[in-house]
Each structure stands twice: as structure tokens, then as C-alpha cells.
């Protein structure tokens, strides 16, 4: 069954720092790009960041760039997003997905999103 899972998600006071996880089952993340995706309430969601197969190429929303940091472990085939200096504006339910990468080479911003996880909440506040 093919499945992704997020966990580490909780409550920080503004400038904590959270790591968030995306574990997969069923099939081999390795051969996957990956995304972050966050919805705030009455907002929509936005992909923050995303991570290409090998070669890891990676991309991030200004708003996070240089706070967060997505990377891979495949021999766990887990995923994760490094949450750094955290602020009210960051509370959201964060989704992980598996994103459509044949080759490793077109932008991850770019690629269709395949598989999702149920999300986990990050409340963040000041």
C-alpha cells in the first residue's frame, strides 16, 4: 500500500525550530522528487519547497529560504523539512508529497504531484 506519513509537527514559540518527517511505504521514495506544501487557515495552500530526484536539486519559497531546509535519506526512505527561527506566519498544516521525476532534471517546482501525506500541524506562536 502505498502510503506517505508526516510527523514532528507540534507547537514552537516564535524563533523555535521544528523537523519534520516524511516517511514513505509501499514503494521507493529514492526514485521520486519531493515537495512541502503548507495550507494556512483561509489561505491556499503553497508548495514552500521540493527536492528533485539525483541530483538533488532543490527549491524554496522566498518566504523560507534560508530558514528551512529540505533534505532525503533514502536508505530511510524518509524525507524531511528542517524549520528553522520559526514565526507566526508559518503555522500551517504541512503536507509532504511524492512528486512525478523520470529523469532528475526539469525544475521540482514543476513536477506533478503523485502521492500525498494526511499533513501534520505546526501552530507557531509569538
Known amino acids: 500500500q502505498i502510503q506517505l506519513v508526516e510527523s514532528g509537527g507540534g507547537s514552537v514559540q516564535s524563533g523555535g525550530s521544528l523537523r519534520l518527517s516524511c516517511a514513505a511505504s509501499?514503494?521507493?521514495?529514492?526514485?521520486?522528487?519531493i515537495g512541502w506544501f503548507r495550507q494556512a487557515p483561509g489561505k491556499e495552500r503553497e508548495q514552500i519547497s521540493c527536492?528533485?530526484?539525483?541530483?538533488?536539486?532543490?527549491y524554496y519559497v522566498d518566504s523560507v529560504k534560508g530558514r528551512f531546509t529540505i533534505s532525503r535519506d533514502n536508505a530511510k526512505n524518509t524525507a524531511f523539512l528542517q524549520m528553522n527561527n520559526l514565526e507566526p506566519e508559518d503555522t500551517a498544516v504541512y503536507s509532504c508529497?511524492?512528486?512525478?521525476?523520470?529523469?532528475?532534471?526539469?525544475?521540482?517546482?514543476?513536477?506533478?504531484?503523485?502521492?500525498w501525506g494526511q499533513g501534520t500541524q505546526v501552530a507557531v506562536s509569538s
Open positions: 509501499g514503494f521507493s521514495l529514492e526514485r521520486y522528487g
Open positions: 508529497a511524492a512528486l512525478g521525476d523520470l529523469y532528475g532534471t526539469k525544475p521540482c517546482q514543476t513536477l506533478p504531484t503523485l502521492y
Open positions: 527536492i528533485n530526484r539525483s541530483p538533488d536539486s532543490t
